[in-house]
């Protein structure tokens, strides 16, 4: 994932592979993010940080949140489990 995924292959994704040091921000799927979403966010830090939270909840929960990465990327739940699987994975 690049700073500005690009969707012209139909992926976001480039050589460099994961930036796990991104600055990402979590919230609850549908809370309508737009101007205003970094007031509704429940936590932020680290795109690594913020998928070990999600991948560490039950699975019946993973569903209500997204991940917003720098760069307007929103990650959702089966993104963020398949994040969490990768073996570059730091946490």
């Known amino acids: 994932m690049s700073d ?13 592979g994961v930036e796990w040091t991104d600055y990402a921000t979590l919230h609850v799927k549908g ?3 737009g101007v205003l979403a ?3 966010s429940l936590r932020s ?3 690594a ?3 070990g939270f999600v991948a560490r909840l039950p699975e019946g929960e993973r569903g209500n949140y997204i991940i917003e990465k720098a760069g307007d990327r929103v ?3 089966p993104e963020i489990v398949a994040l969490a ?3 570059d994975f730091p946490g």
């Open 85 to 87: 699987g990768r073996p």
């Open 31 to 33: 809370d309508g993010q």
């Open 4 to 16: 500005h995924p690009s969707t012209l292959n139909g992926n976001g994704s480039t050589a460099r």
């Open 45 to 47: 830090g680290t795109l």
């Open 49 to 51: 940080e913020l998928v």
């Open 38 to 40: 970094g007031f509704k």
């Open 75 to 77: 990650i959702e739940g």
